[in-house]
């Protein structure tokens, strides 16, 4: 019945939306927006990053990430770039979409570019353009991407925030879909001794500094962060190796172990941007790296990317929580806001008593021939989310994805 209700519901949105589908003009104006459409970032790279510096958006849409995932994967994942730019009357940027354009059950569907490998899926917003595009608007420009883009039938856009800085999302005007991804963020001070001590249990603390001491009788321990380009790509590669081994035993597929993401976040590492700062933390004893995590800032908010602990005997120390910590510690130091601590669950961001970042996925056709394929997406979006709530049965069916998704990646690998 749910799924007779959706294919209704959306059947309609596409018969209102037949003339505006039927449009060609190259440069419509929306809003008060002229919409351009670029196949490449590099192509407004100036007016991005001058653009970003003011806007409401998230790591994921700046210019810094989105060039490098550009240059490295997109293309490998047959990702077609697609950068929807709305500027005002006087030619002022008001906004960027960095969609890309995917094959999804044999037809074209419009996405967040590296949708499935950024934390957020999100735009780039000036605060008086995120009021203005209700949902009409949103509509619309969906709609006149569909009439530049033939073949494309439906947008399944996820992992999108309901609010950024104190702004609802655009998006969240048009019908959501649930998106199961859970991710955690908590606001920082700039005493981190005092946000140590409310946020981290005295039995915690207490725990750690015997094991950081016990460790340190019989060996040389170091926590650092990387400061050369080579010291963070070090880092990096042990990180993957433990990774690796993390992932192995867990039986789930190993992102990093693909050329093109390995490159990619080289490419972010390495690279020189004054809008994103990379922190790269590990734990040293003796001569071994036995934890890295690596953070990325953007405007205010220090965002945790990835973390990696050792196999070995040493791991009972629980060295990420030590590098974590000092990461943090960073981030107060620099003035940063908040730190996001990424999607998933794990016992380290549940010590850090955060909140929930609400997200959702929105799922349209962009013509008739997407209804079925819009209904699809959104059945299986609600059915991942019911399911679960039942941790053994989604234990289970993860397992078979993971194992699917290992053969793909298995498959790509040169």
């Not at 963020?185 to 094991?211: C, E, H, P, V």
């Amino acid at each position: 019945m749910q799924v007779l209700r959706t294919i209704g519901h959306l059947a309609a949105v596409v018969l209102t939306r037949r003339e505006q589908v039927a449009s060609r003009d190259p440069h419509r104006t929306i809003a008060g927006y002229t919409i351009n459409l670029y196949t490449r970032p590099d192509v407004i790279a100036e007016q991005w990053r001058a653009f970003e510096v003011t806007s409401v958006g998230t790591l994921f849409q700046s210019f810094a990430w989105v060039s490098a995932w550009c240059r490295n994967v997109s293309a490998t994942l047959g990702e077609d770039p697609l950068i929807v730019v709305g500027v005002d009357q006087a030619e002022q940027l008001a906004f960027i979409l960095p969609f890309a354009i995917v094959c999804r059950f044999g037809t074209k569907a419009l996405t967040w570019l590296g949708q499935r490998h950024s934390g957020y899926g999100f735009g780039l917003y000036r605060r008086d353009a995120m009021e203005r595009l209700q949902g009409a608007a949103i509509h619309a420009i969906l709609s006149h991407i569909a009439s530049r883009c033939p073949g494309l039938t439906v947008a399944h856009l996820d992992k999108q925030p309901l609010e950024w800085a104190g702004m609802r999302n655009p998006f969240a005007a048009l019908p959501m879909k649930p998106c199961s991804i859970r991710v955690s963020a908590f606001d920082l001070g700039t005493d981190f001794n005092t946000l140590y001590a409310t946020k981290i249990s005295s039995k915690r603390r207490g725990d750690q500094r015997r094991m950081l001491n016990q460790l340190a009788r019989n060996s040389t321990v170091i926590i650092a962060f990387a400061t050369t380009s080579e010291e963070r790509v070090e880092a990096f590669e042990v990180l993957r190796a433990q990774k690796a081994a993390q992932l192995a035993a867990l039986g789930r597929p190993n992102s990093f172990a693909y050329p093109p993401v390995n490159a990619f976040y080289r490419d972010i590492l390495t690279g020189q941007d004054d809008h994103v700062s990379v922190e790269v933390g590990f734990m040293r004893v003796d001569h071994e790296v036995i934890a890295v995590d690596i953070a990325m800032r953007f405007q205010n908010r220090v965002y945790g990317l990835s973390r990696s602990i050792t196999a070995g005997p040493l791991r009972r120390y629980a060295p990420g929580r030590q590098v974590n910590w000092h990461l943090v510690e960073r981030a107060c130091q620099r003035n940063a806001t908040i730190f996001d601590l990424g999607p998933g669950e794990a016992s380290y961001k549940d010590e850090w008593k955060g909140y929930a970042v609400p997200l959702f996925a929105t799922i349209t056709p962009l013509c008739r021939r997407g209804l079925a394929i819009a209904a699809l997406l959104a059945t299986g979006a609600q059915a991942k989310a019911f399911l679960k709530r039942y941790p053994r049965i989604w234990h289970v069916l993860r397992s078979i994805v993971h194992r699917i998704q290992r053969n793909a990646e298995a498959r790509r690998m040169p």
